[in-house]
């Protein structure tokens, strides 16, 4: 029922896609066009049903059009097929050899470079074609022959050229209902059905007898080096393109991920099966596959079912593309080519300093080939690699006591090691320094550097305090102890309490005697307060929380942990037991009441949390009876707002009695909160929201704890699965 309800409809959609786009990189490439439609077919079937991706689509691509057209040229197109099958099967052996992963090591700004510059290639051959002439030999000589070209203009080739790129470019602006038909084939419909009601002089596709008219692959006549070259390249190039989008169309699709590895193989017996059959080599096409996802499809099938289409079309309607004109086809290609020089790729390159690569492989496609334009751009990228592997950042800050607190950040190496030591002489002798080495390795250079800088600054009356986390690895490696190149990672800012408790632990083992809040709070000066303090600016004019959270005292529970807040995000409350007095209970208590009318009447909250948690003492000593409590007074005469609590667990006591009395404690508190005049009118109009949370602290689960009464049956269940149903409804709503 799915693949009828939904990859069917995607078939046809793509089907629609493809058949244009086929018999463009065909004439493109120079190969027959109806290569174009046996490589469809072969990559819909073959590759959809042994491929590892559920939704990918392969077929033809324009990114392999510059070597195949070189290959024809030398050594013609049965021999070309025969490439293609070796360049297969080198596909099928990596795929064995789980190879697959290491294409994926290729920077996305070589092959986004790539695709440029053999879209520019393309772009300048058929604007030739459509202008009325002939593709030169290359990039160069299509540029400097376009001017020539232009003056001698063939009306009807030209008029419809340039009707074919009108209608690509205004399709996209068109109703809905109207954009369903895909721009290529809408183009492609209106150029032909204009050419043939006018009678223009065109170009015509004659493919009557080509799909049948088959005749075998051929051996290469040659050099092997340059044959065997030439099919490691095509395997090597249109290998990467599937697996990159593999990896692009599983971010796109909930459905379950890809095996690389598979598809690999599979992309490989589909590119020996269409070089056997005369078709071009094979890969997947993102145009393809986003648009198969967008259709809606969910499996294979999809695939499949395009590539059986394709193969009907090609058998029943092939004497249909005859009234397409070769100059529309021509000008489908040069805006497909245009369209590779994409402005979002172009700004994510940007954004990681990857322009040089992107234009060195751009520029060295056009200008050189497509192999040494994409060796080019790795071997830069490569450069550029090492030079931000070898990069050394020392940022020195004085501290209000005086003390310099210095961070090396990088990697240190003999490369850094001129840089490393002229910051470090720029610091004062007699200097008080904090040293923190926030790196990934260090080389025996750097080290040398880095400990003879500190023994001349100490024996010139300086100090050098090396962070506490490092300063047993650092011991090691100036005592000359075997290390490992990769030092253990820095702690992460605003996180030094992970630490905190077990060290302490130790201590306490130790007998030490030191106060850990002390050592904590010079933590936070030196790591934590420096970036946090642009924060602490903002809210030193005022706080202005949105949650009032009630919790409980214990030393388990830190709320800012539990809700991945942060300052002045809650407003705050802990007690023993997480108690919410009721409005004028007796005994009173203004504490919680004072902070409940703040909160609403002041701060105007939109939320109050009541969070409990298991194993809690306080619902323990209830469960125990006055009896518990009998030598705490104050505690004794606190426990009575859980009276309340304590009814609704009833009589029975079963094993998990503690468990279920925090629970409904959590419940009964937010009932609560409702006595609260200022309370019950905000949350009927709808402007505060009343929420119940228990952590469970040996899983380390918050659940959210449904409030009781009319419409609330009471329970709870996980707050991630809260949040995930959330955004599945959120997800459901978008169109």
């Known amino acids: 029922m799915g693949t009828l309800r939904y990859d069917l409809p995607a078939s046809l959609v793509v089907v629609l896609i493809a058949v244009p786009l086929s018999l463009g990189i065909a004439l493109a490439a120079g190969a027959p066009l109806a290569a174009g439609l046996v490589a469809a077919a072969v990559g819909g079937i073959v590759a959809g049903w042994l491929g590892g991706s559920p939704v990918q689509v392969s077929g033809p691509t324009a990114s392999l059009t510059v070597v195949i057209a070189g290959l024809v040229h030398t050594y013609g197109w049965r021999a070309t097929c025969a490439i293609t099958i070796l360049a ?77 790129v009108t209608v690509l470019l205004l399709w996209g602006r068109l ?84 095996d690389l590895d598979r598809e690999l193989s599979g992309q490989g017996v589909a590119n020996v099966v269409s070089g056997f059959l005369g ?92 192999a040494e334009g994409v060796l080019a751009g790795l071997a830069l990228a490569a450069l550029l690699a090492l030079r931000r592997l070898t990069r050394v950042t020392v940022d020195k800050r004085e501290e209000p006591d005086g003390r310099l607190h210095t961070t090396v950040s990088g990697s240190l190496t003999f490369l850094g090691v001129p840089r490393l030591t002229q910051e470090l002489r720029a610091i004062p002798a007699g200097a008080t320094v904090d040293l923190d080495l926030n790196i990934d390795f260090m080389d025996n250079a750097a080290f040398e ?23 047993e690895w650092y011991a090691l490696a100036a005592s000359g102890a075997r290390m490992s190149p990769a030092k253990s990672p820095p702690k992460p800012a605003g996180r030094w309490w992970l630490p905190w408790t077990y060290r302490g632990r130790q201590d306490a083992a130790a007998t030490v005697v030191e106060c850990r809040l002390a050592q904590g709070a010079d933590e936070f000066h030196r790591r934590t307060a420096p970036l946090m303090r642009p ?70 909250v939109h939320t109050i949390t009541v969070c409990g948690h298991s194993g809690c003492g306080a619902m323990a000593a209830l469960l125990g009876g006055p009896a518990t409590t009998a030598d705490l007074p104050p505690l004794q005469r606190w426990l009575r ?7 609704r667990l009833g009589d029975e006591r079963p094993e998990d009695a503690l468990d279920r009395l925090c629970r409904l ?57 809260h949040r995930a149903e959330r955004r599945s409804d959120e997800a459901a709503a978008t169109p």
């Open 641 to 647: 707002h859980g009276d309340a609590s304590l009814s």
């Open 449 to 471: 550097a880095l400990h003879n800088w500190r023994q001349d600054h100490e024996q010139l009356g300086g100090t050098v305090t090396i962070d506490e986390l490092h300063d």
């Open 88 to 164: 297969g099967a080198v596909q099928l052996v990596l795929g064995v050899f789980k190879a697959a992963r290491a294409a994926l090591a290729v920077s996305p700004a070589v092959v986004h470079g790539m695709l440029a510059g053999v879209g520019i290639i393309i772009a300048l051959a058929q604007l030739h074609v459509v202008l009325g002439g002939r593709p030169q030999h290359s990039a160069l000589a299509n540029l400097t022959q376009l001017p020539g070209q232009i003056l001698d203009l063939h009306g009807h080739k030209v008029m419809v050229g340039v009707l074919t």
């Open 535 to 604: 924060i602490f600016a903002e809210l030193a004019a005022g706080q202005q929380p949105t949650h009032l959270f009630i919790t409980c005292a214990d030393s388990r529970i830190m709320p800012s942990l539990i809700t991945s807040s942060g300052p002045g995000d809650l407003f705050t409350v802990r007690n023993v037991g997480n108690l919410v007095p009721c409005a004028g209970a007796d005994p009173g208590d203004d504490s919680v009441a004072a902070a409940i009318e703040y909160a609403t009447r002041v701060l105007d």
């Open 665 to 721: 404690n959590v419940q009964q508190q937010l009932d609560n909160l409702k006595t609260y005049r200022r309370v019950n009118e905000q949350v009927d109009a709808g402007t505060l929201k009343l929420v119940g949370l228990y952590f469970d602290i040996s899983s380390a689960r918050v659940h959210v704890v449904t409030p009781t009464g009319p419409g609330h049956p009471g329970g709870d269940r996980p707050a991630t699965r």
């Open 279 to 370: 078709g071009l080599p094979v890969a997947g096409v993102i145009v393809r596959s986003t648009t198969n996802i967008r259709a809606g499809a969910r499996s294979h099938w999809s695939a499949i079912l395009h590539g059986v289409w394709v193969l009907l079309f090609a058998l029943f309607l092939g004497g249909t593309i005859h009234y397409i004109p070769m100059e529309a086809l021509a000008a489908l290609l040069v805006f497909i080519g245009i369209r590779t020089i994409s402005l979002g790729h172009i700004r994510k390159v940007h954004g990681h300093n990857e322009v040089p690569v992107y234009a060195v492989t751009m520029a060295g496609v056009i200008l050189i080939g497509l």
């Open 175 to 258: 109703p809905k209902h109207v954009k369903a038909v895909p721009a290529p084939l809408a183009a492609l419909l209106v150029a032909a059905g204009t050419a043939w009601v006018f009678g223009w002089n065109v170009t015509r596709i004659d493919l009557s007898g080509a799909i049948t008219a088959w005749a075998p692959p051929q051996l290469p006549q040659g050099d092997w080096h340059h044959v065997a070259g030439a099919a490691l390249l095509i395997a090597l190039l249109a290998g990467a393109e599937s697996l990159l989008c593999c990896v692009a169309t599983d971010s796109m699709h909930p459905g379950r991920r890809a």
